[in-house]
């Protein structure tokens, strides 16, 4: 019983180190977008603030979604489900970013969102579906 419980903690760790390193690598893409932009305004630079956090909250989410989520992902169509939510949080995470709080947003956003999250959702999940037999 034990084991199940410590491979299911190193599960989430993975999965949580999987979240930060996708959040590190998308905070480098907007970091290095933001540098070679000629804005250098105050609100610019708090904008890139909100937008690293925004990468790091759905990183942390979607790596904790993905470990808890894990023993889901053993079929296919579970897999697409985990792959969706985690797509769900990265799209709201860089919506925000760029059309700022949910409550401001109109029904296109709110689609755009959804429809992105779903069809990466369906594409990633496969992968995740596989990886998670091979271990």
Partial sequence: MNRGRSSR??????????????????????AIAYVTDAHKNTTD?????????????????GGLLVGVLLPLTRTTPGAMLVGSLVAIMLFLSMQMTQKGPIWLWDGRTWWQTALLAVVFGVVLGPAIASNARRS
């Fill in 9 to 30: 903690r190193r599960d989430v760790c993975l999965a949580l180190k999987v979240g930060l390193l996708t959040a590190t690598l998308f905070s480098m893409w907007a």
């Fill in 45 to 61: 630079a708090w904008m890139l603030v909100y937008v690293l956090l925004a990468y790091y909250f759905a990183g942390i989410c």
